[in-house]
């Protein structure tokens, strides 16, 4: 009797205890979540959704608590939530970042400050390089590298004369940096059209017919690709000259483009399609819960939670344990929707990037395909100016 | 330099001056006649794309949804004067711009409760859809020769509403001397109302012609709002022919600086300073063009009489 009541108590006390010491996880997502751009920030919000549904809404035996916010697209308005989130919420990890202007703007209020930084997008070659740092992380890949991959594609294809066109901001001048790197024949002209407020590109396309270059490269993520393709389509040089683009076709813009992307090739880390069992789950339950296919933004979110997932459980729910976290990260001992990878030292994923293909699928939906791998375990040229190793 | 290049931009020029003149015609007729500051300009551009896309989704008919867009427009131009504006005739300049600054900001919220926060698409007819062969073997898309030739014809009916007809004497006497206009009996309100209903009928009509070319979506009309202010401010704020002249200018500038920009300035520099110069300084040529015209001509290129 008197031995079961201690005995009760000493059950009740160790559950007191669980759920003191289990911290409830707190993770900061800055996004875009209005304007034209809003359905980028949905998109990922529904993958960071759908991860906490298959973690059971728990890591370890932690609560977790989202805390979404929106940058509305400016770096300003990004680097005062994320602020908010370091400061007032006191989150232990702040992800998200589509945009490297706003990545960039909002870095410091998070590095150094005690929570880690996860970027689920954006990838400027600055905190891949000199400004790495142990507490920044990154589940997408570096900007330059997926051009880098396209340049090689080119080159392979025999494209002699091309013509870039990208948005002049941090993320536009690395891809273009990227392609430029690896493309070995001549580029004959080159556009960095303003971003955001350029939509109209009748001058720059009447250019490129006056160039007549063999193939026409550009990067313009969300809107600024559909009207790219809609206005090279209407100007008539859709299947005069070919057009090969990067973060510019994806699963959001193709069943607005329908047609006119059919075909079209891209580089890109990931695709719907790539054959492993994490990206099958993810994609099947993914469309399941929303109808649509997955972004590679999308892809990237997910990984985001699960890579926070495993630095959390490898530390007991141990909040301040950063040191555990930081080592238990840099293993990538997750299961990720492009496969197993390993970590550079700067943090960011050495992994292998494909060349993809629009297609239609078996029920008339628009998507992406596989063609082949153009790069095994890349890494980004930016790591070997960071200092840190580990 | 290659003069079909030359020509083709000449053309992107004007095409994006005509859809300049269609919004800075409303915005200044409102500007100069009923001396009312109308920042939410733009959100009846938005309206008018999101107008066309859904009726031309509904008709099923490109022509057909556009039509009944422009009288939609003006309808919805005219309710909001009644309701909302009508009350800021008599406050001061800054009160104006505060009130339809937070009229932008309900209109960008109806829309997003009504269509949703992803953009829609204008799919064009297939006649429309791609390039026509022009002289010297130019090509150029079908439609912005379509919009360079609405424009024009709606800039010569402006005409004749305004110097032939007599509705179109009041709209002049208005813009000369409001008070006047009042004290001779003319039904002020109903003429305030008509024309804000034409002003919201022109955005719409640019709206919707801007539609197939940029995205319809939240906020489209916030960036060419700015631009327009600036067509107004070279043009002379009341005067039709100034928005007519000042929106080509504009349009020419933009377009063409934006164009061949970096090759003058190549010739200058080091192609990497041209490369990262030429889109900042070509994206400022239209503000600098207005700040010579007010050093020079504080009123405009063409004030109207009277101002």
């Not at chain 1, 005690?114 to 600055?126: E, H, L, V, Y």
């Not at chain 1, 392609?179 to 001549?186: E, I, P």
Request: one cysteine or more; aromatic letters at 10%; a positive charge.
């Amino acid at each position: 009797m008197r031995l079961g009541i201690l005995g009760t108590l000493s059950i009740g006390v160790l559950l007191v205890g669980q759920v003191a010491l289990a911290e409830t996880v707190k993770i900061g997502f800055v996004t875009t979540l209005t304007g034209g751009a809003g359905a980028i920030g949905n998109d990922m919000r529904d993958a960071v959704e759908l991860a906490l549904d298959h973690l059971g809404r728990k890591m370890g035996n932690s609560d977790v608590k989202m805390f979404y916010e929106d940058d509305t697209f400016k770096p300003a308005v990004g680097k005062q939530k994320t602020e908010k989130l370091v400061k007032k919420d006191k989150v232990h990890f702040v992800t998200g970042y589509i945009w490297s202007h706003v990545l960039m703007a909002s870095r410091n209020s998070v590095v150094g400050k005690g929570p880690f930084m996860i970027t689920s997008n954006a990838g400027p070659g600055p905190v891949a390089g000199k400004l790495c740092h142990e507490d920044f992380f990154s589940t997408s890949w570096q900007n330059d590298q997926t051009t880098m991959a396209m340049g090689e594609v080119l080159n392979q294809l025999g494209i002699k004369n091309l013509y870039i066109m990208a948005p002049n901001y941090a993320a536009g001048k690395g891809m273009v940096a990227g392609v430029s790197r690896t493309f070995k024949g001549n580029i004959v002209g080159k556009d960095m059209t303003k971003f955001p407020a350029q939509l109209d590109f009748s001058a720059e396309l009447a250019k490129i017919r006056a160039a007549k270059p063999d193939a026409v490269f550009v990067f313009y993520p969300g809107k600024h690709g559909i009207q790219f393709f809609k206005q090279f389509s209407q100007a008539g040089l859709k299947g005069t000259i070919p057009l090969y683009s990067a973060f510019t076709v994806d699963s959001l813009s193709l069943p607005r483009l329908k047609d006119l992307a059919e075909g079209s090739l891209m580089t890109q880390f990931w695709a719907p399609d790539l054959d492993n069992a994490v990206n099958k789950r993810f994609v099947a339950d993914y469309r399941k819960k929303t109808g649509r296919y997955p972004t590679f933004y999308a892809a990237q979110s997910y990984d985001t939670i699960m890579l926070i997932n495993s630095a959390v459980t490898a530390v007991g729910g141990n909040m301040s344990n950063k040191d555990g976290m930081r080592t238990a990260m840099r293993k990538a001992n997750f299961p990720s929707v492009r496969g197993p990878f390993k970590y550079g030292n700067n943090h960011f994923p050495i992994q292998n990037f494909y060349l993809r293909k629009v297609i239609k699928d078996a029920e008339g939906n628009y998507t992406t395909t596989i063609i082949k791998t153009v790069y095994t375990d890349h890494q980004d040229p930016y790591a070997k100016d960071c200092k840190m190793s580990w | 330099m290659n003069w079909t290049l030359l020509l083709e931009q000449t053309l992107n020029g004007f095409q994006f001056g005509i859809l300049l003149f269609l919004l800075a015609a409303g915005l200044t007729l409102i500007f100069g006649i009923m001396d009312l500051i109308n920042l939410a300009h733009g959100s009846l551009y938005m309206m008018g794309a999101y107008f066309a896309a859904t009726f031309i989704k509904w008709t099923g008919s490109f022509l057909l949804g556009a039509i009944l867009a422009i009288p939609a427009c003006m309808a919805f131009g005219m309710i909001v004067e009644m309701i909302a504006l009508r009350t800021l005739y008599t406050r001061n300049h800054l009160d104006q711009v505060l009130a339809t600054f937070g009229l932008i900001l309900f209109f960008n919220e109806f829309v997003r409760l009504i269509w949703g926060p992803i953009g829609l698409d204008i799919p064009l007819p297939e006649v429309l859809n791609g390039s026509v062969e022009l002289f010297l073997g130019i090509r150029y898309p079908a439609f912005r020769l379509v919009i360079i030739a609405v424009g024009i014809l709606v800039a010569f009916l402006l005409y004749l509403l305004v110097s032939r007809t007599k509705l179109g004497m009041l709209i002049r006497a208005g813009a000369s001397n409001r008070k006047m206009v009042g004290a001779l009996g003319v039904n002020i309100n109903l003429l305030y109302t008509f024309v804000f209903g034409l002003g919201a009928a022109l955005a719409g009509l640019a709206g919707l012609m801007a539609g197939p070319i940029m995205t319809v979506e939240i906020g489209m009309g916030e960036g060419i709002l700015i631009i327009t202010l600036v067509v107004i401010v070279i043009g002379g704020v009341g005067s039709i022919k100034g928005a007519f002249v000042a929106a080509l200018l504009v349009g020419l500038i933009d377009t063409v600086g934006r164009s061949f920009l970096p090759d003058i300035l190549g010739i200058f520099f080091s192609n990497d300073v041209a490369d990262t110069a030429a889109p900042a300084i070509s994206s400022m040529l239209i503000y600098l063009l207005m700040a010579l015209i007010l050093a020079f001509k504080p009123q405009g290129l063409f004030p109207p009489r009277g101002a």
